[in-house]
Every structure is written in structure tokens, then in C-alpha cells.
């Protein structure tokens, strides 16, 4: 099985952690895995991205575009950003929320995500919108951004690892007591996928 | 063995481990800094391991290691490597007893930094050996490596990966701790015809040099990392193009080509890992009866003129073609995309997109209306929510409002003071330059006001002979130092004023007011930033003063920090006049729906912007509002 995935969006948001246990999950099922990530600047509220590779054969963690079988938007904007990297027929999993740049607010430029999911509508056949905002009031907190993406990703199918895949990860990567939170999270997606 | 999933800096380390470092040394910079952390993490009882004030102290550290026979690891970024120019190219010709090897990575792109300079000419320029890994487990293997080249040929050499080996990772295998090397230094032995640089020794050490590097060459070119892809049987090579082709690519580019060639079918592929001495012999082997040879790299074209420059020399009339030749972009990183249409072109293939381009018939797949896609944000990097380098631009910028003045920037996070709405920035270079620039600037146009902004860690790194030299020559100008109290922009790593070291220690803080008053400083204040009026009273007040003054403004970096708590608007009393938006630029104030808002996900409770709200409307989260009639502020839900 092999597998390209892309994580985009703003620094800061929890991509980092969701592509180590994607990586994680890989690992713990021998699948030979390597990713890379944005690292430096770009962390202080700039675009992020995490790509991450699955399979035999790999020479580099890089993908190319027009290549990827699943795009985990953490953001519209963002997402819409990395769409020359999904293959024809690729998945994605956008969160609704939008954050609007610091740029955009001091010059009053509209920045509206809705337009971005509106494009990636017209662009995708596999577009999952998962509304975060609401998810994260019912579950209780906001951290859990990444773990409702990664719920998606899963029920989507086209992660190639399943929900128990990434609770093993989640066991052996973050702290115990995040562990029941981070659960609840990817059994959020489970019931409310569509 | 066993598998580990390791990000490429830390393999290195691990392999620096592995291979019985015993002293590692560094300053941090990106994309280098992850390599010092993990040597510290996995270090054994034996091993030492140390933030150095900056490269300069770091490589001789290593250097005083290496001569005592121990095994050591230097680290550091591209421009850190200026900074460590001058032992280096001395050390050079000294040599070592230990092994030694100086990392430096470098950064294509940049992504993070201020050159896209390339280590392998200070290699070629210094005459000393350069490995230059392509992936996370090469690296990890190849660092043991270095270390035994280092030692049989008692020279220092340089292990030179880039920004997407260092942070690329990859699951790997690694040896275990039962597997590792021990080396046991066996000390300093006193020898003045050894260890001391005289113009003889470095005339016949030179003549050495030389003579070892056309060995080191020989012995390269049968180094396995070196080696030559045979083309496949039936190379698929495009009708009507007969010549011969081939390609020579190092580094991560070496990986992107390898991806393409794989699909397209492999023609023969020249992987140069020692660019420097370069694997000669090697190097003819692979142009023998190729008319063509793409180069593939990053930064500088160094393998593409070695070839170059060994095709004249041996009369071939093979033709290289690369960034001189404009082949290939000169400047920016290499992606699997601009290699895959670099070779696809030069071997005749017609690159990819442009097939489609010819065909008429849309598939229908996509509807057209919409294939603009809509303005992207621009996301440029900003100060943190609750950093308090806003906090102390904004109290100059207020302060100084109408005057002539120049702000002189420099390295690390507070470079975003640059950023529009603060705009605090008017010159950045490079480490430690922010003062010497504003005395310049003050020497030509006396009626400036000079002002200088240095951050705590590079103040250590590279600042402090700027001041003795502004206290010397009399110039006139204020300092300021940014005291966050630690290396924000490479990931929070101690220094000489936070009081810790990398063992574990903890130690006497260097104090910066007490290091400018033993300068001669006479005013010298500490203010905190994040106490507005106060901040900007103290630099009217200190500016105003002749001479060289500074003003140290302290107060610890929120990521280091727990957040006092939060901000919100009272809606009712929003005026809506968006100042705090305006002046400020914090990523915590939204906009929605024509309110402003508060990201509580964000603040960090700084209370800056409340106390730049005309109506005070900025209030502390806990604070209960009185009126009744505000508009919605907490109906939830989404926004659709």
C-alpha cells in the first residue's frame, strides 16, 4: 500500500502532531513511512504543510504534485492552496473554520472561507467539510482540531489505517490524560460521518 | 538493530552518538538546531554537550576536543559558518588527533535564513573534505563514516545536509545502545611544532594538504556513497534524440531525480556524495560515451563545474548542462516537481502538462466557471499573540513619534517587528549588525536618532564588541535589548542569561545591564515592555540622552511562559474605531462580521491593546460586563 498525504495549514495549529501519529501508526503496522514539515519562520502564524509518504520504494519524503491520494486541510484557504498536490480522484478533509491573516485584517480585505470551500466543491468529487467549530463546542475543547480531522481521514478510507491504528498511536505519542479526549474526538467523527 | 522513525537531524546526532562522540558543541540556527538537542537527549555519562555563545566558540571548543583526541561534533547553520570562518580555516591547516566534524546545514530556498550561500565552496576553499547526505538513513550512516575519515586523514571535515534532509524523516534502522562505539580520547600531548600556527608550519602543512587531498580524492572515488546508477537495458530515451544522456545530482536532489527516473525508466545517474575532494576517477568513469549531462543541485553549481572542468581537462567533448547553462534554475530550492520537468526536458520527453495543453476537448471533469481560484490569503509570519517584542516597538514607535529616527533590526523573531502595522524595522543583516549600522547611519546624518535592537541570545552571540565600539568611538545611539529570556526563533534554547545550561546545569545568569555598565554604559534602564506607559516614558527619557544608552526590555517569551489569562471586548463599549487592529497587527484581534473580536484560543492575556483602547473597552475575561443591550456577542454555533 502506498500512500501520499498532505497536512496544510497555520502554524501553530496541530499539524505537526498529527502527522507524527499518522507516521506512528505506519510504523507500528511496518509500513515504511517518511514525512517532512514546515520547520522555522513559517511557524509563527505562516502557511504549514506536513507531507507525509507510506509504502515501499520511497527515495524522499517530498510529494510531488498531482500525487497525493488524501489533502487534511486544517484550514479552506490553506487547503485550497495545496490542491495542485491531490491526484485525480484524491479525498479531502476540510475544516470549515477559516482564520483570517493578520494581513487581511488591518486592510479590511475580505477573507471569507466560504469561497475556498465553494472552489474546492467545484474541484473535487471526495470533499468532506467537517464543521470543527461545532464539533469542538459538543466535544468540550478546542485542541482537538486535529484529532476530528484525523477522525475524517480514517472514515474516509483513504488514510489506509483505521480508527484503532491511530488510538494505539495516540497511546504511545501523547500524555495519558489527553489520551480519553483524543478518543472522543475520532468516535465524534465515527458517529457523525457522512 | 531497530526501526525508529527519526526526523534527519536527529538521526545525525544519533549517529554522532552511535559512533562515541564525546564532545558536541553548537548555536543554534535553522535548519541545524535539532541535532545539538538530541545529542544532549541521548548523550551518555561521558559525553559532553554545550550551547556555545556562538559558531565562533563553538568550533573551537570541538577543536580543543578533537586535539585531545576526543571524537567531536560541531553545529551550526550556513551563516553560522561565516561567523566560525576565522578558526576554521586556520584549523585547517592545524589538523586534528581525534576525529572532528563540522556540521553546517544549509538552507535552499531560504526557508530560514538570510543566504542561500553553499557550504561546499567554503569546503573547497578551506581544502577540507565535505560529505553531503540525501536522506535521513544515509546521513545517519554516513556521520560514523566522516568520523573515520576525520580521523585517518587528522583533518577536520565538513558533513553539509540541507534544510529538507534535516527536517525530512523517515523510519529507519538504527543500531542499539549494546552496538554503540566507545572512544576513549586519549588527551592533549604537548607539541609546539604540532599545535601552534606559525607561517612555516602552514607553508609545509599546505604542501601536505594538497598531497592528501589528491589521495582523499582516489579514496572517494571508491567510497560507496559515490557511486554510478547503471543505466536500464532498453533506456526509453524519446525517438529522433540518439545521444547518449546522463545525470549527476547530489543531496535531496539526488532523491527527487531517482523518483523520476524510476518512473520513466533510469538512464545512467552519477550520485555525488564528497563534492569536495571530488571522486575524480569516479566522476570520468560515468562520462565515458555520454554526449549529454544534466546536473541536478541545490544552491551552487559545484558538481556541474567539477564536470565541467574535467571534461576540458581530459578533452572530452561530452557537454554538462546545469545552472550555467541555465538549465536549471540558479537560485531557490529544488522541488520533485522542477527536477522531474528539469530531466524530462533534457531527455526529450515533452514535460508533463503540456500534452494536455495541445489536446482539445476538455474531460469535462471540472466545471469552468470556476477554475480561477479565489485571492489566496497571504500569510507572512507575525509576532506571536502576547509576544512582548510588540509590546517594546510599539512603546518606541510611540515614543519617538515624529522624529527623525532609524530602527536597526536583527536576527530572531523580533526581524517581524518589520511587518506592517509596527513596521520597526527599518535594517536587518545579519547577527550582532544592528549596532554597528546605527552608528554608521549616525556618523553621516547626526541629526537621526540611532536606535539598535538586539535580542538576548544574539546580544551574547555577537552584540557586545558592537557596543565597545559605540562606547569607544563616542558614537551616539540607544540600544535596545529584546530580553525574552531565551533563543525564541530556534526552538527556546538556553544561553549565558537564562541561568541553565545543556548538561542539565544550573548556573550563574550573565547579567546584560551589569556586562553594559562594565563597558562604560552610564544609563542603562530595565523596563517592561508590556507596562505601556511606563515602556514609552523610559525611552523618551533615555533617548534623549547623549552617548551610548540602552534600555533592556524584559519580559520572557510567551511560549515559555504560562499566559496570565485572557482579553475580551466589551462589545458594549466598542467603539469599533479598530486602533487596537491598526497599531497593533496581533493575530488574537478578528474581525467578524464588522465587531471585533478576541481569538481566545490566541490571547494570551498581555493587555497591551487594552491599554491602547481610547474607550477602554478591552477588558480582562474574568471582568463582568454591565450592559445589557450589547450586540450578540455569544450566540455560538457556526457562521454559515
Known amino acids: 500500500m502506498n500512500k501520499n498525504i498532505v497536512l496544510c495549514g497555520v502554524g501553530g495549529q496541530g499539524t505537526v502532531l498529527a502527522s507524527k501519529l499518522i507516521a506512528s501508526a505506519a510504523m507500528k503496522k511496518d509500513i515504511p513511512v517518511m514525512s517532512a514539515e514546515t520547520i522555522g519562520m513559517a511557524q509563527r502564524g505562516g502557511s504549514v504543510f506536513s507531507h507525509i509518504r507510506m509504502g515501499e520504494g520511497l527515495y524522499t519524503p517530498m510529494i510531488a504534485k498531482g500525487s497525493a491520494d488524501i489533502i487534511i486541510g486544517f484550514e479552506p484557504g490553506e487547503t485550497v492552496r495545496m490542491l495542485p498536490y491531490l491526484k485525480d480522484g484524491g479525498q479531502i478533509i476540510v475544516s470549515r473554520r477559516a482564520i483570517m491573516p493578520v494581513t487581511a485584517a488591518l486592510s479590511d480585505t475580505p477573507y471569507d472561507g466560504g469561497d475556498m470551500i465553494a472552489y474546492l466543491k467545484a474541484h473535487t468529487r471526495k470533499l468532506l467539510v467537517v464543521d470543527t467549530e461545532q464539533a469542538c463546542q459538543e466535544i468540550g475543547s478546542v485542541r482537538v482540531l486535529n484529532l476530528l480531522l484525523l477522525g475524517a481521514a480514517v472514515q474516509s478510507g483513504a488514510l489506509g489505517l483505521d480508527e484503532e491504528d491511530l488510538k494505539t498511536a495516540i497511546r504511545e505519542r501523547v500524555p495519558e490524560k489527553f489520551h480519553e479526549l483524543n478518543f472522543r474526538a475520532l468516535s465524534y467523527m465515527r458517529e457523525h460521518y457522512i | 538493530m531497530h526501526k525508529e522513525f527519526l526526523m534527519g537531524n536527529e538521526a545525525i546526532a544519533l549517529g554522532a552518538v552511535t559512533a562515541g562522540v564525546n564532545l558536541v558543541s553548537g548555536y543554534p540556527g535553522t535548519p541545524s538546531s535539532e541535532v545539538l538537542e538530541t545529542a544532549a537527549k541521548h548523550r551518555d555519562d561521558t559525553t559532553y554537550v554545550e550551547w556555545s555563545v556562538n559558531e565562533k566558540s563553538a568550533l573551537e571548543v570541538a577543536a580543543g576536543a578533537a586535539y585531545a583526541g576526543a571524537r567531536s561534533l560541531v553545529t551550526m547553520k550556513q551563516v553560522g559558518l561565516n561567523v566560525a570562518s576565522d578558526p576554521l580555516m586556520s584549523l585547517a591547516y592545524i589538523g586534528v588527533k581525534g576525529g572532528m566534524v563540522v556540521l553546517v546545514a544549509d538552507d535552499p530556498g531560504p526557508v530560514s535564513s538570510q543566504t542561500e550561500q553553499d557550504t561546499r565552496h567554503y569546503s573547497a576553499f578551506s581544502k577540507l573534505p565535505c560529505f553531503d547526505p540525501t536522506s535521513a538513513q544515509e546521513a545517519y550512516e554516513m556521520i560514523q563514516e566522516a568520523f573515520t575519515y576525520s580521523e585517518t586523514y587528522g583533518t ?450 498581555c493587555g497591551l491593546c487594552s491599554q491602547l483602547c481610547p474607550v477602554s473597552a478591552i477588558i480582562p475575561s474574568g471582568t463582568a460586563v454591565c450592559t445589557a443591550d450589547r450586540p450578540e456577542a455569544s450566540k455560538g454555533g457556526s457562521h454559515e
Open chain 2, 156 to 605: 577536520p571535515v565538513f558533513f553539509r545536509p540541507t534544510t529538507r534532509v534535516c527536517h525530512g524523516y523517515a523510519s529507519i534502522m538504527v543500531k542499539d545502545p549494546s552496538e554503540y562505539t566507545r572512544h576513549c580520547p586519549e588527551g592533549f600531548r604537548k607539541d609546539t611544532a604540532r599545535w601552534v600556527i606559525f607561517p612555516r608550519l602552514s607553508y609545509q602543512n599546505h604542501i601536505k594538504i594538497e598531497e592528501r587531498n589528491v589521495r582523499l580524492a582516489e579514496d572517494f572515488s571508491s567510497y560507496k556513497r559515490n557511486r554510478i546508477f547503471p543505466e536500464a537495458k532498453e533506456t526509453p530515451i524519446p525517438a529522433g534524440k540518439p545521444q547518449k544522456r546522463g545525470i549527476a545530482a547530489g543531496g535531496i536532489s539526488f532523491t527527487y531525480a531517482m523518483e523520476t527516473l524510476e518512473q520513466i525508466g533510469m538512464v545512467r545517474l552519477l550520485k555525488v556524495a564528497t563534492p569536495h575532494p571530488f571522486p575524480e576517477k569516479l566522476a570520468l568513469e560515468f562520462l565515458g560515451g555520454l554526449d549529454e549531462v544534466l546536473c541536478i543541485e541545490e544552491l551552487d553549481p559545484v558538481i556541474e563545474r567539477e564536470l565541467t572542468y574535467l571534461c576540458g581537462k581530459h578533452h572530452l567533448p561530452t557537454k554538462i548542462y546545469g545552472k550555467l547553462t541555465h538549465h536549471v534554475p540558479n537560485a531557490g530550492e529544488n522541488t520533485q516537481d522542477s527536477v522531474r520537468t528539469n530531466i524530462m526536458s533534457f531527455l526529450g520527453y515533452q514535460p508533463p502538462g503540456q500534452a494536455q495543453t495541445g489536446s482539445s476537448s476538455s474531460d469535462g471533469r471540472l466545471s469552468d466557471h470556476v477554475d480561477t481560484p479565489p485571492v489566496l490569503p497571504v500569510r507572512p509570519p507575525v509576532l506571536c499573540a502576547g509576544c512582548p517584542h510588540r509590546a517594546s516597538f510599539y512603546a518606541v514607535k510611540t515614543a519617538m513619534k515624529g522624529q527623525k529616527t532609524i530602527f536597526c533590526g536583527d536576527i530572531g523573531c523580533y526581524t517581524l517587528g518589520n511587518a506592517m502595522p509596527l513596521d520597526m524595522v527599518d535594517t536587518c543583516l545579519c547577527m550582532g549588525a544592528g549596532l554597528g549600522i546605527a552608528q554608521g547611519v549616525g556618523h553621516i546624518e547626526p541629526d537621526t536618532v540611532c536606535f539598535a535592537f538586539v535580542g538576548d541570545s544574539t546580544f551574547f552571540a555577537s552584540a557586545i564588541p558592537g557596543v565597545v565600539n559605540a562606547v569607544y568611538n563616542q558614537a551616539d545611539m540607544t540600544l535596545v535589548v529584546l530580553d525574552n529570556s531565551t533563543t525564541a526563533m530556534t526552538g527556546h534554547q538556553p544561553h549565558p542569561g537564562t541561568g541553565h545550561t545543556m548538561m542539565g546545569n544550573i548556573v550563574d545568569k550573565i547579567d546584560i545591564e551589569a556586562v553594559l555598565r562594565g563597558i562604560g554604559l552610564k544609563i542603562v534602564e530595565t523596563a517592561d515592555p508590556l507596562d505601556l506607559s511606563a515602556a514609552a516614558a523610559c525611552v523618551r527619557r533615555v533617548a534623549g540622552e547623549p552617548g551610548v544608552k540602552a534600555i533592556i526590555f524584559k519580559s520572557p517569551c510567551i511560549a515559555v511562559t504560562n499566559p496570565d489569562g485572557k482579553m475580551k471586548i466589551d462589545s458594549g463599549k466598542c467603539i469599533r474605531c479598530k486602533k487596537c487592529i491598526r497599531e497593533l497587527g496581533c493575530p488574537a484581534l478578528i474581525m467578524t462580521d464588522g465587531n471585533i473580536g478576541i481569538d481566545a484560543s490566541l490571547c494570551t492575556g
